[in-house]
């Protein structure tokens, strides 16, 4: 005997009660923005992060149907913003802007006061600052291959100078010691100021530094010479310049990617709506030229592939981190070799 189905209306009445606890969720989602939108920048005004934020914001404003704000809340390498980012009410009326750095370098050297898994919720890639390698005129080294040769000819001999333990352009450095077999002294530096300094008076043969106007000026001045740069693509500004990845060292060839970040919990139809229109600003041709005028390079994406590159980035870091015995301290910078 056949009984007669009722597993349908069952089946509908659970699906309409599941959607009326969804309701309030969906018309929050739906109302937002309902107030200006601050967007906190994890670093000083003036520099890559602070001008691409506010040309977000400019940008965002009349997508959004509201005005959009920048906040500067800088220091601990950006860890303090984000900090504010991650205790902030997830309402989509909180954002962040910043590298990634702080989620995927400062937690494994214990300076993070968030969990990045956590605590924040990428929204979208915006750019990458590409990382440039390049020589002083101590380096007697033609090119990057010339670079290794002498580097494997006189272990230790060369020094190359970053901005400090544990930056990127140390763990570019790590990357290209291991991935080549070669032994390179590491300078560390308090900034990048006194590096560029003491690199136009030669106190050392290399150095790793992000690109920006006043280190391609003194490119074009000739008192720098790029080697290599670690970056998605070549720059316009430097078509000569292979990336790392091109001289067989796919795992040194790193940028410092910037992007928008929301407070963990922050509505998911919001989150879609930010990235879809962020990364529709990043095909508007304006956009592009200022931020390629910049010597950056736009990225874009979706929020999921984002969060793949921070956890797959955070992975590598704590590899190299562990294996080259990185900490976040200034030790006195090694004697030049004899």
Known sequence: MNLPDTSFPRRRAVGCLAALALAPAVARAQAWPAK???ITVAYPPGGVADGMARLLADKLAPMLGQSVVVDNKAGASGTIGLDAVAKSAPDGHALGFAAISPLVLNPH??????????DIAPVASVIASPVLLLGTTALAAADFKALLAAAKA?????????????????????????????DITHIPYKG?????????????????????????????????????VGSP??????????????????????????????????????????NAEVNRLLKDPDVRRRIEA????????????????????SASNARVIRQ???????????????
């Open 192 to 228: 990048g100021g006194q590096q560029i300094n003491d690199a136009l008076s030669a106190q050392f043969e290399v150095l790793s530094v992000n690109a920006g106007p006043a280190v391609m000026g003194h490119i074009q001045a000739g008192k720098l010479r790029p080697l290599a």
């Open 109 to 118: 050297l214990g300076k993070s006061p968030f969990d990045p898994a956590r």
């Open 294 to 313: 910049a010597d950056n390079v736009p990225t874009g994406g979706s929020a999921a592939d984002f969060a793949r590159l921070i956890a797959s980035e």
């Open 36 to 38: 200006p939108v601050r």
């Open 154 to 182: 006189r272990p230790g001999a060369l020094r190359w100078a970053t901005s400090g333990p544990a930056s990127l352009g140390h763990i570019v450095l790590e990357q290209v010691k291991v991935g080549a077999g070669v």
């Open 324 to 338: 080259a015995g990185i900490q976040a301290e200034y030790p006195s910078p090694p004697k030049p070799p004899p």
């Open 233 to 274: 693509v070549r720059l316009g500004a430097l078509p000569g310049t292979p990336t790392l990845a091109e001289l067989g060292l796919p795992a040194a060839n790193l940028a410092s990617v910037f992007g928008l970040f929301a407070p963990a919990g922050t509505p998911a139809a919001v989150v879609e709506r930010l």
